[in-house]
């Protein structure tokens, strides 16, 4: 199949996809280990201390942190890693007049960019399966590797947690105290909610609850669980095991408890079970659009950045990636801000996903369209 003069993964395709691929595995190796060092060198001064049991922190524990930080690492700069890589290719083969010998054939440059657009939408898939197959995996274990650099192995109680049980059902927990090693055993203290039940609206109390076994065999024991009808007047509290009214699970109240404390880290996965719960949240229907839209970042960048390099030509192509990096940086400048107005309810969930994208996006079009050799 011919595309503007050109056969589909043909030679030049190839050749250029090749080039973009080689500066892309390149460029991912420079700043995932930029960024990896420079997260290392914050956590420096805990090497040699003791954790709570008297262990010595060593150089292992950071190292395997940061082994374990890479994926989610990646989730957050793999748009800049794909801008980047693309500038780069651009710039060289500008530079070597391979890209004048393409255009003398009669080539327009649209149909030359198409390579590098195929390759930016393959790291906008590999930024989905990251985030669906690799982060639930090792979620875990980066929480145990980060207890480790901490030197925490217990982990802090946390309070005021407000949490949504798998029938929608709002509950508030005074204290949580997850387990340590990061599996599901865990305690509460002073749980409350308020539902409607066959009696209208119900009253459900808890003094303390704990948690044991794992998430199949695994259950809840309750202590002072009591219920009452706040309908009927005067009605007096009513012993109740709280588990056969309400239908809550460990990790139903991790995942409340990193929605509030850390939000940008919650996976699709974890935004979709949670609004099926909270389908009001502007919190995080505003995290559900600006996930859907980030991986779309990877072609519009690419798209307002590429033409924006051959308009320097040749002999100044890196004033080009200069110039088409600073306008990244905006980009996401720009994304950072309207994803925390939406989050605030100042702008409207899919306003704050998807307008940086839309932005960009419409101007990376206009210039694609009109770029010339």
Not at 9 to 38: K, P
Not at 73 to 98: D, Q, W, Y
Request: with cysteine; glycine share 10%.
């Amino acid at each position: 199949m011919r595309l503007g003069g050109l056969r589909i993964g043909g030679r030049l395709d190839r050749y250029f996809g090749g080039q973009h691929l080689v500066s892309l595995g390149l460029t991912t190796v420079a700043v995932l280990g930029f960024f990896s060092f420079f997260d290392l060198t914050l956590h420096l001064d805990q090497y040699g201390t003791s954790d709570e049991t008297g262990e010595t922190i060593g150089l292992i524990y950071l190292l395997r942190y940061e082994a374990l930080e890479i994926p989610f690492l990646f989730l957050r700069t793999a748009p800049l890693i794909a801008m980047m890589a693309g500038l780069v290719t651009l710039a060289r083969v500008l530079r070597s007049n391979e890209w004048i010998a393409s255009v003398n054939t009669g080539v327009r440059p649209q149909r030359l960019f198409l390579p590098f657009l195929v390759v930016g939408l393959g790291v906008a898939m590999s930024m989905v399966l990251v985030d669906r197959e690799l982060i639930p995996r090792l979620a875990e274990q980066r929480q145990a590797a980060w207890q480790g650099v901490t030197g925490k192995m217990a982990d802090p109680a946390v309070h005021d947690v407000w949490v949504r049980d798998r029938h929608g059902v709002p509950l508030h927990i005074d204290r949580y105290l997850g387990d340590p090693a990061g599996g599901p055993e865990c305690e509460l203290e002073g749980l409350e909610a308020a539902f409607v039940g066959d009696q209208g609206w119900m009253h459900l109390r808890a003094d303390r609850a704990r948690f044991e076994g794992n998430e199949r065999k695994g259950a809840w024991s309750f202590e002072g669980g009591r219920i009452r009808s706040l309908e009927a007047q005067g009605e007096a509290w009513q012993p109740v095991d709280p588990g056969t009214v309400l239908r809550l699970s460990p990790e139903d109240i991790q995942r409340s408890v990193k929605a509030a404390e850390h939000p940008l880290e919650l996976t699709r996965r974890e935004v979709k079970d949670l609004l099926k719960r909270d389908p009001a949240n502007l919190r995080l229907r505003t995290l559900e659009q600006s996930n859907r839209a980030l991986p779309f970042a990877n072609l519009v960048l690419l798209l307002t950045g590429l033409p924006l390099v051959l308009r320097f030509g040749a002999r100044l192509a890196w004033r080009g990636v200069l110039l088409a990096f600073v306008q990244g940086f905006f980009f996401f400048l720009l994304d950072s801000v309207t994803r925390s107005m939406g989050m605030e309810g100042q702008l409207g969930p899919i306003i704050a996903g998807w307008f940086p994208i839309l932005l960009y996006g419409s101007v990376g079009i206009v210039s694609f369209a009109s770029a010339r050799s």
